[in-house]
T-cell receptor, first 114, second 111 residues
């Protein structure tokens, strides 16, 4: 199955710890998007990356959140010093870019901050 | 302010009914509108619409875009319990392939 992979699927962190969420795009895709879905809300765009470049991070909170998509390996969404309000489902989507920009989503990582 | 608004927020119907879900948007450099179905997992892609007035169809689902009215509808005919899900509408801007999502319509199809 060459779909979008995310891990871990579930992540529990205590307040103040760091959370690292990983996303491996579909084979052949070089564009990655991260979204956050808070309870009872729709998906909110966070950041759009291509390999080694952040294209648009306008949806990222100014502090504690960062994202990268290195030349090799998965894209990482990093949340430092997590707080309860960070509890959410984080979805990653990938696309091929250019004329093939339909996004395909991963299964999501459910982050719970206790 | 919300750039993509979906209505209704939730809907309860019985099997066999036909439903129409609405999505309206306000985006400066519109590129496309996409519909997704979200069950207890990540959203799955349904349709992408770029041109006004051209209906896209897949089985019992169909969708059409009206660029003049800045809106789209998703129709589901002869609904089944398996259609129960949240239906998300997303609009893409040309700038940086940025997507805006609506809050979704939660559809519950009762047997």
């Amino acid at each position: 199955n060459a779909g979008v992979m995310q891990n871990p699927r579930h992540l529990v962190r205590r307040r103040g710890q760091e959370a690292r969420l990983r996303c491996s795009p579909m084979k052949g895709h070089s564009h990655v998007y991260w979204y956050r879905q808070l309870p009872e809300e729709g998906l909110k765009f966070m950041v759009y990356l291509q390999k080694e470049n952040i294209i648009d991070e306008s949806g990222m909170p100014k502090e504690r959140f960062s994202a990268e998509f290195p030349k090799e390996g998965p894209s990482i969404l990093r949340i430092q010093q997590v707080v309860r309000g960070d509890s959410a489902a984080y979805f990653c989507a990938s696309s091929g870019g250019g004329s093939s920009y339909e996004q395909y989503f991963g299964p999501g990582t459910r982050l719970t901050v206790t | 302010e919300d750039k993509v608004v979906q209505s209704p927020l939730s809907l309860v119907v019985h099997e066999g009914d036909t439903v129409t879900l609405n999505c309206s948007y306000e985006v400066t450099n519109f590129r496309s509108l996409l519909w997704y179905k979200q069950e207890k997992k990540a959203p799955t892609f349904l349709f992408m619409l770029t041109s006004s007035g051209i209906e896209k169809k897949s089985g019992r689902l169909s969708s059409i875009l009206d660029k003049k009215e800045l809106s789209s509808i998703l129709n589901i005919t002869a609904t089944q319990t398996g259609d129960s899900a949240i239906y998300l509408c997303a609009v893409e801007e040309y700038n940086f392939n940025k997507f805006y999502f609506g809050s979704g319509t939660k559809l519950n199809v009762k047997p």
